[in-house]
């Protein structure tokens, strides 16, 4: 009986070694697969700051030239309203002229 007894304790033994031979190789799997998720979640960062940098700097573009936009659009205003005056100042002119131009005598 020590025989079976000693055959068992070797198979167990056996049995142990190969369990934990499979849980060092599972454990370093998911420390490569651990590491790996790591480096992607860096570079996702990196990427993820490049990204609201290019965002911010075409946010700045966009605000300047809405800026740009409503100066522009100030000014066309004022000629418009400019032209408008002229307009006015020539219709003036004309209804001067002719009130003091005498009737055609044809």
Known sequence: MCRTTSTQN????????????????TIEMLESVRD?????LASSQREIHLLEAENEERRDFLDRTRQQL???????????????DLIEENDRLDQLIQKRTPPSSD
Do not use: G, Y
Request: charged residues 40%; negative net charge.
């Open 10 to 25: 070797d198979d167990d033994d056996d049995d142990l070694d190969t369990q934990l031979t499979i849980l060092v190789h």
């Open 36 to 40: 790996d998720l790591f480096s992607q």
């Open 70 to 84: 409503q100066q522009e659009q100030a000014l066309n205003d004022e000629i418009t309203k400019e032209i408008e």
